[in-house]
């Protein structure tokens, strides 16, 4: 999947490509938009950013783990050098463990404090009063985002990034799908 991003003024026009979108075969799963105004996203029926999409949370809790995981080897490594005697290895495995996850978990709060690095050079158009819109599209569905793109000059075409892996898509999928079933 490839992300496409698109900076426009009007919710409406963006509620407009959204349905034509889904009439062309991408579903509602595919498409975020972020906005200043996530009040008016509900009103336009439109599907807001999630959570996790506005923080680097998951980018710094991986950098976390991988630094977790150096120490806890480094941690073993020294404790193989010097010797463990009576102590046995039990108390040192555990005490790595708890130094992956420790560092896992402060990489992972560290991640809440920062904006989303794809989405941080957006801030200010969104600061301004525009809207972004994240579309997920695989190969095959390019030809229908572009035509759909083609049709509505107001969008602001702004790049493109990787997107979410498929069984991510697929689980979004379900979930709404859930969540339009149960009774309110």
């Avoid at 976390?64 to 150096?70: D, E, K, R, S, T």
Wanted: charged residues 15%; positive net charge.
């Amino acid at each position: 999947m490839i992300r496409h991003y698109y900076l426009s003024t009007s919710l409406w026009e963006l509620q407009l490509v959204e349905r034509q979108l889904e009439k062309q075969g991408l579903s509602p799963a595919q498409i975020h938009v972020h906005s200043r105004h996530p009040t008016l996203l509900r009103r336009f029926h439109l599907l807001p950013v999630s959570s996790l999409m506005l923080y680097d949370l998951l980018y710094y809790a991986w950098r976390g783990l991988q630094l977790g995981a150096g120490l806890a080897m480094a941690l073993l490594a020294l404790a193989f050098w010097w010797g463990v005697g009576e102590l046995g290895w039990v108390p040192i495995w555990m005490f790595a463990a708890l130094v992956l996850g420790f560092c896992t978990w402060e990489g992972g709060l560290i991640g809440l404090q920062h904006p989303h690095h794809r989405i941080d050079s957006f801030d200010k158009a969104i600061a301004q009063g525009m809207h972004l819109m994240m579309v997920d599209v695989a190969p095959g569905q390019r030809h229908s985002l572009d035509a759909v793109v083609a049709r509505h000059p107001g969008l602001m075409a702004q790049g493109t990034a990787e997107g979410v892996p498929q069984p991510m898509l697929t689980f979004q999928e379900r979930v709404m799908q859930w969540r339009s079933r149960k009774p309110r």
